[in-house]
């Protein structure tokens, strides 16, 4: 049974027009991560959410935001995508110090 | 950002053979990780390490972490056409926030 469900599973949009991924959890973490991953390279962080407290990596983009209505739901907003921000997008969630799960990627295309 | 060095970078071997690839920092974790990456798809926990020396197993594949808490080597024995794929160790540290220190990432074929 799939515990970190991201979707859509392949999103594309165009150049500067915002797009939202979701990711969901059933494992009831408190913890909630995005990273990007570009071509077989390891994942980046982007951000977490420890709890409702939003934490930003230092060379995360403005353009990337991201939005935690509850405990279970986690978005990740771009809010103008250029042909750079085409990458795998993955969310991960833990326990406070716990080991990461992550879900299964949004691949995600910019024409 | 930090990453561990993760060697080899690939490795194309026959089914059957065993295979080992390793993860070395230049700084002490208190946990090891061993994520597979199967195309397309996110990364999937093999192997999780918390003590100095620890050796664990998980089926075909055997994992140690390191005396020194700065290396890490994954052995995968007997290798199948289903073992393909990115294969990433990871650090964690306890303190602060525990963000994961990931490795360059060993690709593996499979050739049947």
């Known amino acids: 049974d799939a515990m970190v469900i991201q979707n859509p599973r392949y999103q594309v949009t165009q150049f500067g027009k915002p797009v939202t991924l979701s990711c969901s959890q059933t494992l009831n973490h408190n913890v909630m991560y995005w990273y990007q991953q570009k071509s077989s390279q390891a994942p980046k962080l982007l951000f977490h959410?420890?709890?409702?407290?939003?934490?930003n990596e230092a060379d995360t983009p403005d353009n990337f935001q991201s939005r935690r209505p509850n405990t279970s739901f986690c978005f990740l907003d771009i809010r103008s995508p250029g042909l750079g921000d085409a990458a795998m997008y993955l969310c991960a969630t833990s326990t406070t110090g716990g080991i990461q799960y992550f879900g299964a990627g949004t691949r995600l295309s910019v024409l | 950002g930090q990453q561990l060095n993760q060697s080899p970078q690939s490795m194309f071997i026959q089914e059957g053979e065993d295979v080992s690839m390793n993860c070395t920092s230049s700084s002490i974790f208190n946990t090891w990780l061993w994520y597979k990456q199967d195309p397309g798809e996110g990364p999937v926990l093999l192997i999780a390490?918390?003590?100095?020396?620890e050796l664990t197993s998980n089926g075909r594949l055997t994992a140690q972490f390191g005396i020194t808490r700065k290396d890490s080597f994954l052995n995968i024995s007997a290798s199948i056409p289903s073992d393909v794929g990115i294969y990433f160790c990871?650090?964690?540290?306890?303190?602060?926030?525990?963000?994961?220190?990931f490795g360059t990432g060993t690709r593996l074929l499979v050739s049947p």
């Open positions: 990871a650090g964690q540290r306890d303190t602060g926030f525990q963000k994961l220190v």
């Open positions: 959410y420890y709890d409702k407290d939003f934490n």
């Open positions: 390490l918390y003590k100095a020396g």
